[in-house]
């Protein structure tokens, strides 16, 4: 007797166009293989219950890190299977490190210095592709949030999945 329910794929294929790193195909049945729905602790799994979560939202457009394109396959097959709107994707490239690591306190990645969050937002923004101006380095944190708001390009953002990132912020 089976212990957890499995979402069968049967061979299924998901395509979709993300805003950043284009068109992505994905094999169901040979990248991930049937996955789970509901776990044998009888908790939902996050492939379900995320979908279940966002449309319940009204959730239009998910902005997520690149390492997460296996598993939005998966979700957006979940999604089609039961007759749900599919939101707007777009995957940021994942920071990693020399290593190709994606920094986490895994990684021992340096924290943010919250104290003074300026250079990191203006860091982050330029990691991102925007052309931050030098003197928004000296602004307060409301005018940076008030410049990224007013100039942010998705254009502008590397389409890749990873990118090295210097810490030295």
Request: with cysteine.
């Amino acid at each position: 007797e089976g212990r957890a329910w499995r979402m069968r794929v049967d061979g299924a294929h998901v395509a979709f166009d993300d805003l950043i790193q284009g068109r992505i195909e994905s094999d169901l049945g040979r990248e991930a293989g049937d996955f789970v729905l509901l776990r044998a602790d009888g908790l939902f799994a996050y492939q379900l219950a995320v979908v279940v979560d966002d449309a319940d939202a009204g959730v239009t457009d998910i902005v997520r890190g690149a390492d997460l394109l296996a598993s939005t396959a998966r979700q957006i097959f979940v999604r089609r299977c039961l007759g749900l709107p599919e939101p707007r994707h777009a995957h940021l490239p994942a920071a990693v490190n020399a290593a190709g690591e994606k920094l986490s306190k895994q990684t021992r990645a340096d924290p943010l210095d919250c104290s003074n969050p300026v250079p990191a937002m203006v860091a982050a923004l330029r990691f991102l592709g925007q052309a931050v101006p030098a003197e928004l380095e000296l602004e307060s944190l409301a005018s940076v949030w008030q410049w990224a708001l007013a100039n942010w390009s998705l254009a502008a953002v590397p389409r890749r999945r990873t990118l090295a990132y210097n810490q030295a912020v």
